[in-house]
């Protein structure tokens, strides 16, 4: 089978560990429940970051927050090096800009996921990701993001949301875990 990941808070805990460098950045420490809390993929509100301001902090955190200690999710090395074994296209499709992506994929690689050259793209807006997807032909997608599996609706790629709190209001499959994934698969024979 082939599957497809969206790399930032589907497999990697992007936003929560860019939260705790933004607390030390800013000399706060606002308490992990109101990240857990908040309706954005932005985090600066919890700071009281004006959205000008916090995309600013963004950008001259990007490579930090990209490259540095961020955590995968529990069970996504895992899961994903036994879809290899098992002998499964794996095919990585993240918006990242463009500049980072030969970076984002040996980081990838150096975390342990494993990674083909031709099966990674990145660099691409919401409309090209979608793109991707529908070309590749996947048997199943994972992202966090709305606006892109909502547009996947009506293909025949099984698409899941990585449960997010803010994509609680998007009404499709969810995954909670990573240890989900086989009973998933059981589940959509």
């Known amino acids: 089978m082939k599957f497809g990941f969206d790399i930032d808070d589907t497999l990697i805990n992007l936003r929560e560990h860019a939260f705790h460098l933004y607390n030390k950045k800013l000399n706060q420490s606002v308490d992990l429940d109101v990240f857990r809390a908040l309706q954005t993929v932005e985090i600066h509100e919890a700071f009281g970051l004006k959205k000008e301001d916090g995309n600013a902090m963004w ?7 990209y490259f540095t200690d961020c ?16 002998g499964h296209e794996i095919y990585y499709i993240t918006s990242r800009p463009k500049k980072y992506c030969t970076q984002t ?4 690689k150096a975390q342990g996921f494993p990674v ?6 990145c660099g691409m807006q919401d409309d090209e990701k979608i793109a991707t997807i529908m070309k590749l032909e996947l048997d199943y997608y994972f992202d966090d993001k709305p606006a892109v599996l909502e547009t ?6 099984k698409v899941f949301i990585m449960d997010q709190s803010y994509n609680q209001s998007v009404e499709m499959p969810r995954m909670k875990q990573w240890i989900e994934l086989d009973d998933i698969l059981s589940n959509n024979k």
Do not use: H
């Not at 955590?71 to 098992?86: K, M, Q, V």
């Open 71 to 86: 955590p995968s999710f529990e069970g996504a090395l895992e899961t994903l090096n036994s879809l290899d074994t098992d």
């Open 116 to 121: 083909k050259d031709d099966n990674f793209y």
């Open 152 to 157: 996947l609706k009506d293909v025949q790629t």
């Open 105 to 108: 994929r040996e980081w990838m």
């Open 59 to 65: 950008r001259e955190c990007m490579e930090e927050i």
